[in-house]
């Protein structure tokens, strides 16, 4: 289990790698990026969490698992929100 301290951490070291508010990334990343998506597992995964969540009836590693895949959907989010900038401004052609 990471520390909450070690997990804002690794968010921060995380940000400043990305740079979101640059729209650096090349063309070949921007397909990769774009490309990544959830298994259909792990749809169904998140959405048996999200239901325990909301009743309250999450383990301390049902909470975990569940904070986890939210803070991976906010980085996949963010490289393919920066992937579509590629795309839109000429500089590669995205498929």
């Not at 301290?5 to 508010?21: A, G, Y």
């Not at 090349?26 to 048996?48: C, G, I, V, Y």
């Not at 698992?65 to 052609?93: F, M, N, P, T, Y």
Request: no cysteine; charged share 30%.
């Amino acid at each position: 289990m990471i520390a909450p301290q070690s997990e804002k951490t690794q968010t921060r070291i995380l940000e400043r790698l990305l740079q979101p508010e640059n729209g650096d990334v090349n063309a070949e990343a921007a397909r990769f990026f774009l490309s990544l998506k959830f298994s259909a597992a792990d749809h169904e995964r998140m959405t048996a969490l999200g239901a325990k969540a909301r009743a309250g009836t999450l383990t301390p590693e049902e909470d975990e698992e569940s904070d986890s895949h939210i803070r991976v959907g906010d980085w996949l989010a963010i490289l393919q929100s920066k992937s579509r900038r590629v795309g839109r401004s000429g500089i590669a052609r995205i498929a």
